[in-house]
């Protein structure tokens, strides 16, 4: 970690280092950045949402080191040297949707998207651990996300679809 | 044939774009542009003695402080009052900046720009306001007592009162066999939408233009609104909607002050500016809805038939009345859900208070109305020792009886007039989705058990697709493809899927020929919102009318070209062709090509056009008269008046009888919102707003303390459901096609939200065997009313 | 809703933490879930933060014959996942399940919680139940222990001086012979509980209880410890009447009425939940001898 000063500022500057979506970047930010406003606005991977800024509605969610973790939660200099997985790295290598983006597209667990992002993160981490989720399961991996729109119902059945495109890609 | 469209479970198109990170809200653009944070009032009412920006000065990164004596030309003047209304007597709008006095925590009063949010969060907090504090106002009670004033100019804090009478519905009370009355209240919730309100405009000084993006559900009216305050001429301001993280109505308010700060610094400073509400300002100052008090008094026979009805309410309107008096009116209209009142008389009166401002939140004053009209019926259900279901059965509109007309006028100053539904159909659908009539053999189970469940039900119906009117544009490319445009904006509901699906049955196109764009006034420059369930009624019905056009024109174009008559063509995938002859035909594009005869080549397709390419009859202009070039076409939808759509809830509770806690066993729900187009998103639609439902009725909350602060302005203390508070949904549809549009559609949007306090209410007070006469309700609540009625 | 400025340190050993910690007069970010959002809301402004994360050796989970000892960078979710210290002492998973949600956890700390001292916080009750300590370390004074007892002092106020670094907690063993459990209501799923209740109770051979206590949450400035032994003790398991627990339990608590709940409703799941966790616990140890 280096420091240096702004000159169009007395707060000092870090250099951060990360590894987003298997990219190696490098940035330089303020202490206070928060990881969100880093991956938003220095990175541009506008991906990853901001609903409220206190880890309460999760869709900030992004993977550090496989793990589910709020962004908002976390300055971008306390990650340095992290390795981090957004909803863009969610996708497939040939850039088509990933197994629970599809899962969300067939059962229609979507409609403003703007929560979308952290449920996609966190049930991409979840289905890691729990390759075939009970309905009630699936209700639970979600629980720490807020969405105002869908009524959760779909969602609960995207976790669950999710699963089998998994099992169904990697049979292939 | 190509597959018909309409109806059919179709993946939303927006769908890839949101899901793999390329959504773009309002915070994903204009990385560039300057941020903007507020002084906000930390008072609920106090006049502003000083503001002090001296010790702000030197921070690094600060551009610009603005108060409101910066302001100049009509950005001075108070907001607009969107919705005029006669009975609004005192209505009363906010400053774009406070000017003198302050009306509620939150109110803006400076605006910091800066480098960035954190720069300008940092001069906020050392901006220095001296505040005289005035008593604050706060909640029904106070404010109708009229002993403190929100406004010195407003006697009593009356906003408005207003009366609505059908037939005499005293004496008709009075000469009833029984009588009743009921105090029933239901507290604040808000839209709380995912994503905050933003907007971000750029002022480009060469073309004299403001290009301004802003979170909303109106670009057009924005576009206006803004034109108007910053005395530009319309045709040099463009608002655009980019994706929306969600409205429900809160986004439909406009201009929001900061809709005007924002381009109007952006203009001052020759930079591009940003404003992106964080959740806490989004507490404090967007808009809540549903507090209500009413005091309802009916008279019925023996049999349970409502012969009177007279309901006074008072409606708490926070601390002004932009969106004017939408709400109480629905209330006083749309309580009267699929029942025949007998007579039925309705007074409000809005009343100003010390807090945010009230505008409406998905299902506007209906859930308030749902809870007032259903309580009557339980009500008369419980004193005359009927079946629920019996009780409503007996006061139901009849489907003969359609049209109904109530006799009372609208929302949207037309008739209420009911244009179809079948209530007892629905209503039969909805006993055997839930089993109501084996209902008492499972709570005796139950109860064996040491459980204790209850079954609540709730009918309403909805006023949607209100006018005035909604437009589309329509374009066949020269390759082929389709674009669409309409004016209204979207939050998430598919608007672009559901038009595509529209588009391609009246064209005979794939889908993925159709491009749609909604609320870019760069595209289509007329329309009026998205609200009040009226997209697929009107731009639905508006987009179907211009394809039916542009198919007439491309049909003439191509029976010219394939020497045939019209009435002999067909459109096929794309393809005009003579009907059972396939091999003869022409692509759209082709026909595209030919409606606009060129006099330069760019291509081989374009070569088809130029004015050497075919033999012209020389006897007429290229264009003809009354024609135009280019295989397009706008037209308008406007319709007669609303269409009503309707639907019944049924829920299962079971109440812990030591913890009271309440948790929902089973959701029913029958839905009739006429021809569906997407069954997928109408159910979407549904599940949403049950969510919203059951939220409203079990958890949110606005708190307010008697100094007007909020109490829960996060996350963490007003309790949105998570997926673990929201329970599976039960669907069934009816279909009773609208008779007033052209797909015989209705609204679906807010249906969801509707009955969910009313049926949830039931269903406790049948589990505990007393009265809920107040929603939401807590655990705790509930504990304290069962040690009430211990005690009694 | 952005953090003010502030000044960042990245010590690599404890030491030059504790160093950092006394010489900024700043605060410690461990798992941030709790500092952070104050920080948005700017309801704390701490000039500087002296970075837990990349000190190494911090995050380890040290199960012993005797305790659970865990590092100030242990997260929650790695306690909660960790099966030799579950089949040791059950009530931490038991009880780390009811904080806050998954996501949380990853990234929020064990030690964090206890020193955040939040009196509807679990963990603290848990240490405070199991009678744990808290390691401490200032660059003046050195190391010191901190028994549970002393350690929660009021409301977000724990006995750590404001230049110690918490650098690990000790969860001792619950005694052979004993059950545990956590019971909790909280408004949605995953919120900080209107009333939790962890239990311990220690069943002799001849299975009559010889010891029982429980620990509240959110009744209280500090978490309330309440040893209801003598209103059960020499009672067979089978036997037992928790009627008496309940009345030290209520007079034991001060509960307050907020937004959420009234005072006289946290009393009544303070009754309620002290009687499932007890008779859980109790449970739980048949259950243990059994196995
Ligand atoms: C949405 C949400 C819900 C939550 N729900 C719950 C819940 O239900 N139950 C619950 O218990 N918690 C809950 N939490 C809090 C969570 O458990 C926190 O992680 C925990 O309380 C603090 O741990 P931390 O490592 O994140 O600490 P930090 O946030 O990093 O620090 C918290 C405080 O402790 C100090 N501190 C931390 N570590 C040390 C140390 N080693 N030495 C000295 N000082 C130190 C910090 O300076 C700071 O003052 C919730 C949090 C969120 C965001
Ligand atoms: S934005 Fe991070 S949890 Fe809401
Ligand atoms: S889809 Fe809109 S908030 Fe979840």
């Given amino acids: ?172 | 044939m190509t597959t018909k469209m309409f109806g059919q479970r179709v993946p939303r198109v927006e769908d890839p774009r949101l899901l793999s990170g390329q959504g773009r809200y309002l915070d994903d653009l204009g990385h560039d542009a300057l941020e903007v944070a507020f002084v906000r009032s930390p008072h609920a009412h106090a006049r502003i003695v000083d503001v002090d920006v001296s010790a702000a000065l030197d921070v690094e990164g600060l551009v610009a402080i603005y108060t409101y004596d910066d302001l100049d030309g009509r950005t001075t003047e108070p907001l607009p009052l969107l919705i005029p209304h006669p009975a609004l007597t005192h209505g009363r709008t906010p400053y774009a900046l406070a000017k003198d006095e302050v009306n509620h925590v939150g109110e803006a009063i400076a605006m910091v720009v800066a480098s960035d949010r954190y720069v300008a969060e940092d001069v906020v907090g050392l901006i220095q306001v001296e505040y005289e504090l005035l008593p604050a106002v706060v909640g029904i009670e106070r404010s109708r007592d009229g002993g403190d004033l929100v406004h010195a100019d407003v006697p009593g804090n009356v906003a408005a009162t207003m009366v609505q009478e059908v037939g005499d519905a005293a004496t008709m009370i009075a000469a009833a066999g029984h009588r009743a009355t009921l105090s029933l209240s239901i507290e604040r919730s808000a839209s709380m939408p995912m994503e905050g309100k933003g907007v971000l405009a750029r002022w480009d000084p060469d073309d004299e233009s403001l290009l301004m993006h802003t979170s909303t559900q109106t670009s057009t009216s924005v576009r206006q609104a803004v034109a108007a305050k910053l005395s530009l001429p319309v045709d040099r301001v463009e608002v655009v909607t980019p994706d929306v993280g969600g409205g429900f109505g809160v986004k439909i308010v406009h201009p929001w002050p900061e809709e005007i700060l924002v381009p109007w610094a952006a203009l001052r400073l020759g930079q591009p500016v940003k404003w992106v509400e964080d959740r806490r300002e989004h507490f404090v100052s967007s808009a809540h809805e549903r507090g209500q008090l009413h005091e309802v008094e009916f008279g019925y026979d023996d049999d349970g038939h409502l012969r009177g009805l007279s309901v006074r309410f008072w409606h708490d309107n926070g601390a002004y009345t932009p969106y004017g008096l939408i709400v109480p009116i629905i209330t006083s209209t749309q309580l009267l859900g699929p029942y025949k009142p007998g007579a039925y008389r309705v007074e409000f009166q809005s009343l100003y208070t010390n807090t945010v401002i009230v505008t409406p939140y998905r299902g506007a004053g209906r859930p308030q109305g749902c809870f007032v009209m259903e309580r009557v019926m339980d009500a008369i259900a419980a004193d005359l020792g009927l079946d629920r279901t019996v009780v409503r059965e007996r006061n139901f509109i009849q489907p003969e009886e359609m049209p109904f007309d109530h006799g009372l006028i609208f929302q949207d100053g037309r008739p209420l007039i009911y244009d179809s539904g079948d209530f007892p159909a629905s209503l039969a659908k909805l006993k055997a989705l839930v089993g109501w009539d084996d209902f008492e053999s499972y709570r005796s189970a139950a109860r064996a058990e040491g459980r204790q469940v209850g079954i609540g039900v709730a009918c309403y119906v909805e006023g949607t697709g209100v006018g005035p009117y909604e437009g589309g544009h329509l374009r066949i490319e020269t390759d082929g493809s389709v674009v669409v445009s309409t004016g209204l904006t979207t939050q998430g509901q598919g608007h672009q899927t559901m038009l595509a699906q529209i588009v391609a049955d009246e064209l005979g196109v794939s889908m993925d020929r159709i491009r749609v764009t909604t609320g870019d006034t760069r595209r289509f420059k007329y329309a009026v919102g998205t609200f009040a369930s009226r997209t697929a009624v009107m731009s639905g019905s508006a987009v179907a009318l211009t394809a039916r056009k542009v198919r007439a024109k491309a049909l003439r174009i191509a029976a010219n070209a394939l020497e045939a008559s019209v009435d002999d063509l067909e459109i096929v995938d794309g393809h005009v062709q003579v009907k059972g002859s396939p091999g003869s035909q022409i692509d759209l594009g082709a026909v595209a090509v030919l409606s606009n005869p060129l006099r330069y080549a760019f291509d081989a397709g374009a070569t088809r056009a130029t004015q050497f390419a075919a033999p012209a009859d020389p006897s007429v202009p290229p264009v003809p008269e009354n024609d135009q070039p280019g295989l397009e076409g706008t037209d308008y939808y406007s319709p007669l008046r609303s269409t009503f759509a309707n639907g019944m809830h049924a829920v299962v509770v079971e109440t812990d009888p030591e913890t009271a806690e309440i948790k929902i066993l089973r959701y029913c729900v029958v839905h009739d919102c006429g021809t569906v187009i997407n069954p997928m998103i109408v159910e979407g639609q549904v599940h949403g707003g049950v969510a919203q439902g059951v939220g409203g009725a079990l958890y949110e909350r606005m708190e307010y303390d008697a100094a007007g602060q909020l109490l829960n302005a996060s996350y963490m203390d007003f309790l949105m459901p998570y997926a673990s508070e929201v329970p599976h949904i039960e669907i069934d549809h009816l279909e009773t096609p609208s008779p007033l549009n052209p797909l015989g559609v209705k609204g679906a949007g807010e249906a969801g939200v509707i009955p969910g306090s009313a049926a949830i209410a039931a269903a406790i007070e049948d589990a505990e065997g007393f009265a809920i006469a107040a929603m939401p309700i807590s655990p705790s609540e509930l504990f304290e009313l069962r040690r009430r009625h211990a005690g009694r | 809703m952005k953090p003010a400025p502030f000044a960042y340190h990245r010590p690599s050993t404890v030491a030059e933490a504790a160093q950092l910690l006394a010489a900024t007069q700043g605060k410690i970010l461990a798992g941030g879930q709790s500092l952070i959002p104050i920080m948005s809301m700017r309801l704390a402004s701490p000039a500087a933060l002296v970075d837990l994360n990349h000190v190494p050796g911090l995050a380890a989970i040290d199960v012993t014959s005797t305790a659970v000892h865990i590092g100030a960078l242990t997260r929650h979710a790695a306690l909660e996942a960790n099966d030799a210290a579950y089949l040791a002492n059950p009530l931490l998973r038991r009880a780390l399940r009811h904080v806050a949600h998954a996501t949380i956890r990853n990234r929020g700390t064990t030690v964090g919680s206890i020193v955040h001292a939040d009196p509807a916080a679990e963990m603290p009750a848990v240490l405070r139940l199991l009678g744990g300590i808290v390691e401490a370390v200032s660059s003046e004074r050195g190391h010191r222990s901190i028994d549970s007892a002393d350690f929660f002092v009021g409301p977000l106020e724990s006995a750590l001086q404001p230049d110690e670094v918490a650098v690990a907690a000790t969860f001792p063993h619950p005694p052979g012979g004993s059950g545990s459990s956590w019971a909790e209501i909280s408004r949605r799923h995953g919120d900080y509980g209107l009333v939790g209740v962890g239990s311990l109770v220690v069943l002799d051979e001849g299975r009559r209880i010889t010891s029982a206590s429980v620990c509240l949450i959110s009744v209280g400035g500090t978490p309330v410890l309440v040893d209801v032994t003598d209103a059960s003790s020499g009672t067979t398991y089978d036997a037992v009447d928790w009627t008496a627990a309940l009345e030290l339990v209520d007079a034991a608590i001060d509960p307050e009425s907020d937004i959420h709940a009234t005072a006289a409703y946290r009393r009544q799941l303070a009754r309620v939940l002290t009687g499932r966790a007890l008779a859980q616990a109790t449970a739980d140890a048949i259950a243990r001898v059994a196995a």
């Fill in chain 1, 1 to 172: 970690m280096t420091t240096a000063s702004d000159p169009a500022s007395a707060e000092a500057l870090h250099d951060v280092t990360l590894t987003v979506n298997g990219v190696f970047q490098q940035l330089r930010v303020p202490a206070r950045r928060l990881l969100s406003d880093a991956l938003r606005h220095d990175l541009r991977l506008t991906g990853t949402h901001v609903g409220c800024e206190h880890g309460v509605c999760g869709a900030c969610t992004v993977l550090i080191e496989g793990r589910p973790t709020r962004s908002c939660l976390v300055f971008a200099v306390s990650a340095d040297g992290a390795s981090i997985t957004t909803v863009e790295g969610c996708l497939e290598p040939d850039g088509t949707l990933g197994d629970v983006q599809q899962a969300f597209q067939d059962c229609h667990a979507l409609q403003c998207g703007f929560c979308t992002p952290g449920f996609i993160t966190t049930i991409t981490a979840y289905l890691e651990d729990h390759p075939n989720p009970t309905e009630d399961e699936a209700r639970e991996a979600i629980g720490g996300n807020l969405c105002r729109c869908t009524g959760y119902q779909n969602i609960v059945a995207a976790v669950v679809r999710a699963a089998e495109i998994r099992r169904e890609r990697t049979a292939t």
